[in-house]
């Protein structure tokens, strides 16, 4: 056997054997969970909230977290959280809302926390539109409001396309997974071997109410750019809010997201009278001549 052939042979068994390793390996990759036992009290100080549990029909648990404003409430915001740890960890970001009278949901995908159930993208899919189901019986869709982090940032916008949410946010969003895979190894087959792809811009098409991308401008896990590129999809119900300076997992601590969330939760819509504009007024590519 030719030297050239021996060599190709190996590379190829080689390659073939990471591309088995990262199907099979991806969940634990992609996953970071905090799991917490059934019996686990929960302890927010200064929050008033209750715990549910909601059983699916394959006899999952999926567990969250329901935190309550002071005042009466303006509506109900469905946090989906990023992929590590738990709700008990990322219950303290619920002040973001609830300081301007908003219920805030967060829950445990299956695997996280007390929740429950094998997982998989279609399960986690199925799963949070029960729980939309669920927020609709107490309360009308004009009043819910997804807020996507991250990891949750695919499956908030997925909810968005099947429903009629008031608005949908997303903070620090991924075009793809797929694509975020590819940047690490751009030479393995990512498309075929993600068993979570979530392709956020596929999803977007098909919001019809407004949608808010947050982002921080020196983000190395999911660049800027990406947004930059999600606000494109559907441009005439997209606005882009860009925090400059922050990076992936430190946007609370930047008071121009604070300004943002308040702006985002408490602006009006209102119609410009686009005739009394200079919308229609186009420079000259060439210049003009005097003349004498």
Excluded at 76 to 104: C, E, M, P
Excluded at 126 to 148: F, S
Excluded at 242 to 269: A, C, D, P, R
């Amino acid at each position: 056997m030719p030297y050239w052939l021996h060599t190709l042979i190996i590379v190829l068994i080689i390659y073939i054997a990471i591309s088995i390793a990262l199907y099979y390996l991806q969940d634990y990759m992609l996953f970071k969970p905090e799991k917490l036992p059934a019996d686990f009290q929960f302890n927010y100080e200064n929050q008033d909230f209750e715990e549910h549990n909601l059983e699916t029909r394959d006899g999952a648990v999926i567990n969250g977290i329901l935190f309550k404003p002071k005042g009466k409430p303006k509506g109900i915001v469905l946090y989906l959280k990023g992929n590590s740890k738990s709700i008990k960890g990322w219950g303290k970001f619920a002040v973001d809302f609830t300081r301007h009278n908003y219920n805030v949901l967060m829950v445990d995908y299956r695997g996280f926390g007390k929740s429950t159930g094998r997982r998989s993208q279609k399960a986690i899919k199925r799963d949070l539109q029960v729980v939309y189901n669920k927020i609709k019986e107490r309360t009308t869709e004009d009043r819910i409001i997804l807020y996507g982090r991250s990891l949750g940032s695919g499956f908030a916008a997925k909810l968005a396309s099947m429903n009629n949410p008031k608005m949908l946010i997303l903070d620090a969003p991924y075009y793809s997974l797929t694509k975020v895979a590819a940047r690490y190894a751009p030479f393995m087959p990512f498309s075929i071997l993600m068993k979570y792809p979530l392709p956020t811009y596929k999803w977007l098409k098909y919001v019809q109410c407004p949608i808010h991308i947050i982002h921080g401008t020196n983000d190395k896990l999911i660049p800027y750019k990406t947004s930059i590129k999600l606000s494109k999809v559907n441009p005439k119900l997209t606005k882009l809010h860009s925090v400059i300076g922050g990076g992936h997992k430190n946007l609370n601590t930047f008071e121009s997201y604070h300004k943002m969330i308040h702006n985002i939760l408490h602006q009006k819509s209102f119609d410009i009278d686009l005739s009394t504009t200079s919308i229609h007024v186009k420079h000259s590519s060439k210049p003009t001549k005097t003349k004498v």
